[in-house]
């Protein structure tokens, strides 16, 4: 091999290491922000949950009173 052919993939060696540290990044933040959706969507739930339970709170809450 040339010393051109050898710097060629070396160079193309280093941009593939670099776009996969990148890729690495990416899917590390992903997941981070999945997790914390994860956690908002379990809350979410417990709290419909809880108002669902509720005993006559939900639609006597928004109805109009009766002299309207």
């Known amino acids: ?11 193309k060696l280093a941009y593939l290491e670099r776009a996969g540290a990148e890729l690495s990044d ?11 959706l994860k956690t908002r969507l379990a809350t979410l739930s417990e ?8 005993p ?3 639609a006597t809450q928004f109805e109009r009173p009766p002299h309207y």
């Open 1 to 11: 091999m040339t010393d051109d052919a050898i710097e060629q993939l070396e160079t």
């Open 26 to 36: 990416e899917v590390y933040r992903q997941r981070r922000e999945i997790e914390e």
């Open 47 to 54: 709290r419909l949950a809880a108002a669902a339970a509720a």
């Open 56 to 58: 006559g709170d939900g």
